[in-house]
């Protein structure tokens, strides 16, 4: 009798601890949700280099210098590519001038894909069976790209100033020519309107915003030393607090959530590389500027980590560069002039090499995701939290994934549950 | 009267402590462990970054038979009594462990289902090594793995001998039973 009252006051007293500190949990996460990116990617970083460490501690290298050395390499990669990407973001009149050229080039490739040399002029097969189709895809690409009344006005100050080269106003007059694109919509105007407006703010208050970010990521660099120093501590202290019952069933849990997920991220990782590297090199050999293809490639293999949507984020960004691109000289000479056509063969490449070599050989079958729930988990994480909730849903999944499955086979053989 | 014991041995663990400036470190304790008996001290520090430290009360059972095994357990203090369920659902006690007396260590081998179960009979604190924590070591510290695999290997191997007399043994006194009882007709 005794010791059934000492039970129901401890499950009490557990269960009471365990919404308090559920309670605090959540209530700091909604407080310092800013925080919540830069940790998990700090994790996330730890983590991937954790078999790092253990390679260069086998070297006879101390570990506080082995942590040391990685994150200069990580700082390195960080700097390097933070640099390039900067100094590929065009300024305001460089975005203008784009989206000059980029209307101006859309509209050819557009006439050029129907078949037809002007809008008035009949086009091929394609034309007429999905022309109507493609051309309210075309114009809804190209409202992004139409001036609203205050960039008009800006850009219009530049020719004044003569700061536009020829070949710009040329696009810029060819494309007032045409006959569709006068007289954008009020919902694109009003869209542009509101990306000015942001763009202003933006640039008004760049330092702040600099130092409001350094703020927020200084705690990465931080989170990522002291994930790597851990010597086991972290897992103690879970393990301190699980009863004599589950603790052996606990420690195999968490060993083998841990083998698995460390193997998925590394995997995940290794593989977006390899996608990266082949877009650089085809692109390279394409004929890209290296500092383009770079950057393609980097958003290519980054985005290669979110299903269906990845490859068709790193295809886009290539065709639009494709597009804009004038005068690339390919490597080798039998390969196509056309930049359109090159880009599509990469990316074809790419692809195919994922999902021939890479994927298995790196992945394997390891953990297998319905494609339905790799679906609903991408659009959910985007509508949660933008490109990052696309980029770490699945990792999110396979993350529960395996944890509630592990969890499930080592309770039956714990015979904790039936 | 309880409470004045409990408060006198606080006093002279802690004035013990304070005076010669030791505490009975895990490394104390594995050093006298003959599974771990040719490691070093600095090789003993580095096992015991992953032992783990747990307390039973009377009648708890740190493992149960059929349970998966995971770990080995060395007793800090207190008493184990291996145990297995008879036919009738009574436990029958296989033998009684003491301080510096380790049990389960076939764990450390691979994950088969634990023969027998051990029970705390007194409040018991042990000290726990994983195999997972083990085969992590083979790779990070292979000389400090092997030395402890060897010894695994040695004690397994006696285990074996002693287990082959027993069996000798037995068959040996049934020869005679059987040769009593076949007198007897």
Known sequence: MVSNDRLNRSRVFYFSLFFFFISIFGFLIFVLKDLVLPIILGILAAYISLPGVNYLKRKGIPKSLAIVILLGVFSLVVFVIGQKIVSAIPNEKENLELRVQLQYKLDQNFLALLGKTDYNSEGNFLDDLVGDELYQIFQGLNSFLVFNKHESSEFKKYIKKSMISERTLFFYNENLKHPFLSTPNSKSNKLNENTANKSKTKSASKIALFLDAISIWIILPFIFIFVLIDEGEIKSFFLGIVPNRYFEMAFTTFSNVDVAIGNYLRGTLLQSSLVGLVIFIGLSIIGFKIQAALLIGIIAGISNAIPFLGPVIGLGTGLIYAMIVEGINPIIPFIPANPIVGVLIVVFIAQFLDNAVFQPIVLGKAVNLHPLVVVIGVTGGSIIAGFWGMLLAIPTIVIFKVVISTVYRQAKAYYIIY | ?185
């Open chain 2, 1 to 185: 009267m309880e409470d004045s014991i409990k408060i006198r041995s606080l006093w002279k663990d802690f004035s013990k402590e304070l005076l010669t400036g030791q505490k009975q470190t895990i490394v104390d304790i594995l050093k006298t462990i003959p599974l771990l008996k040719d490691l070093s001290k600095r090789e003993l520090k580095v096992i015991s970054k992953f032992a783990y430290e747990r307390s039973s009360e009377i009648n708890e059972f740190v493992f149960e038979a059929g349970q998966p095994g995971a770990a080995m357990f060395i007793i800090k203090e207190g008493e184990i009594k291996i145990v297995k369920k008879s036919d009738n659902d009574e436990y029958l006690e296989i033998a009684v462990l003491q301080t510096g007396d380790i049990f389960g260590e076939l764990a450390l081998l691979d994950s088969s289902p634990r023969s027998a179960g051990a029970l705390a009979s007194k409040p018991t604190k042990a000290i726990a090594i994983f195999r997972e924590d083990l085969n992590g070591l083979l790779k990070t510290h292979p000389e400090i793995g092997g030395k402890i695999m060897m010894h695994l290997a040695i004690i397994t191997g006696q285990r074996l001998k002693t287990t082959t007399n027993h069996v000798i043994q037995m068959e040996n006194e049934i020869n005679k039973l059987k040769e009593k009882f076949n007198g007897k007709q």
